[in-house]
């Protein structure tokens, strides 16, 4: 049985008479690429910020890497990494200044993240800009950059807030392609996209509708039970259900 890194039952957040997220329940696998979906107002950034310790339900139940998101808020963002959907790092500090900041924040080794450091420019073929200032870098370079630094102090589980927004169709598959590295190295990631084709990437997928998943399972799954060629045609089907315009 695979390892659940992050278990949600009846999760639910309410402002007011308002019910952002309405009792969701589903798991996440260790290593698994989870997709999670929905229009604008759909409540998927209220759900995120519950999983990432940074908001506290009004009921339900959920743990994420092991930890309670009631009891145990703190320990979650120490075992997580988290890239927003606005670009994150410091743009007047160099590549290296960044990855020396954010590895410092969670308390690693100076010989940790020298060594590590190395390993990561060399990865990004950034070896000869790790001095510049990252405003000086292309944005897909900076958007790598940024998932390489989410990652850099090896979570078990790493928040994605629409992480390929704005880049080219090339740097999206780039993008994807430390995705799967990471993936393949145990580290879970829970992305979530406005571009359907890249939810044809992940392992499986939920789509919430006006705070409720209404569905969830792998793109193959999907596109059979809802009759549709592609994971666009599933989400087009579910989003025409929607009532709400925003989160």
Known sequence: MREKVIIAEKLTKRFGDFTAVDAISFDVNKGEIFGFLGANGAGKTTAMRMLSGLSLPTSGNATVAGFDVYRENEKIKRNIGYMSQKFSLYEDLTVRENIRFYAGIYGKSSSFIRDKTTAVLQRLHLTGEADKLVK???????????????????????????????????????????????AAEGITVF??????????????????????????????VLKQQFGARSMDDVFLKLARKAQRTAD
């Open 191 to 220: 992305v979530t996209t406005h571009y359907m084709d890249e939810a044809e990437y992940c392992d499986r997928v939920s789509i919430m509708v006006d705070g409720r998943i209404d569905a969830l399972d792998s793109p193959s």
């Open 136 to 182: 000086s870098l292309p944005l897909g370079w900076k958007q790598k950059l940024a998932f390489s630094v989410a990652i850099f102090h090896e979570p078990r589980l790493v928040f994605l807030d629409e992480p390929t927004g704005g880049v080219d169709p090339v740097t999206r598959r780039e993008f994807w392609q430390l995705i799967y590295e990471a």
